[in-house]
């Protein structure tokens, strides 16, 4: 980055993003006079750094492969544009148990990417060869729906954050909209987090769609004064496509069983 002309793009959330002819003129470039095959953008979305040193992360910027239209004749015209893909600042991975996991990004809620026109040629998305009509049809997929509000930091310090204030009068319902139709015997993993700020005992009680899930029991705090302020509990349950109640929108509740308060 020390030599050649540079533009900062943000992106907030896992998706593909167009650059097009006005994109490329708002960010600083003459489109009539670039070379559109040394087009660069370089950057990594995917959620946060990794915290211990140990483990290895990218020394540098990564180049991003793009999917060009309309370049061929190295002229970066009206109608053309650029395709990138990104992940986003959050991340979602595979866990050991075999679930989909998202992970939000506690610093940024946006992730950067860098364009430039380099002396170089720049990556391009690959192309594959037709698989034709003997290959495999992919009718199914694993998709995920997420709810988290950082609202409350217990100690006002570090990197824990928690939701919604739950008391025993008020249950919090969530609902997410557009669900598509579930595959026939699929099942549905749900995957909380809570805190129980209560001296006692209490129970955090799960239902989807007005059928019971199952429930998280977290131990009360100690009463002194450098005690744990907070008993976080995490928990996975799973449930059958066919012991709910299917429909467009998945209706989640949880209730705070307990003598004092909570979070979710």
């Known amino acids: 980055m ?18 097009d002819f006005q994109t490329i003129r708002e960010a600083g470039f003459d489109p009539a006079s670039i070379v559109t095959d040394n087009i660069q953008l370089f950057g990594q979305g995917g959620g946060m750094l990794p915290q211990s040193n140990q483990i290895a992360r990218p020394s540098d910027l990564q180049e991003n492969a793009l999917y060009r239209v309309g370049l061929e004749d190295d002229s970066f015209d009206a109608t053309d544009y650029i395709l990138f893909f990104s992940e986003g600042p959050n991340l979602e991975y595979i866990n050991n148990e075999g679930h989909l996991v998202y ?3 506690l610093y940024a809620d946006t992730a950067y990417y860098l364009l430039t026109v380099g ?9 594959i060869a037709n698989k034709g009509d003997n290959h495999p049809v992919i009718d199914s997929y694993i998709g995920y729906a997420y709810h988290e509000l950082d609202l409350k930091n217990i ?11 739950m008391v025993s009068s008020s249950p919090l319902r969530i609902s997410f909209p557009n669900i598509p139709p579930l595959t026939s015997g699929s099942t549905i993993t749900i995957i909380s987090s809570v805190l129980n700020q209560s001296q006692e005992k209490a129970s955090f009680n799960f239902s989807l769609n007005d059928s019971n899930i199952g429930a998280i029991d977290a131990s009360g705090v100690g009463p002194g004064t450098y005690d744990d302020k907070g008993v976080a509990v995490i928990d996975t349950f799973t449930i059958s496509q066919n012991e709910i109640n299917q429909q467009a929108v998945f209706n989640f509740e949880v209730s705070y069983d307990g003598a004092g308060s909570g979070r979710f």
């Open 2 to 19: 020390s030599s050649g002309q540079w533009a900062k793009l943000g992106v907030t959330s896992k998706g593909i993003y167009k650059i």
């Open 103 to 105: 992970q939000k990004n």
């Open 119 to 127: 002396t170089q040629q720049g990556k391009s998305v690959d192309t």
């Open 155 to 165: 100690l006002s310090s570090g990197r824990e954050w928690y939701g919604e204030l």
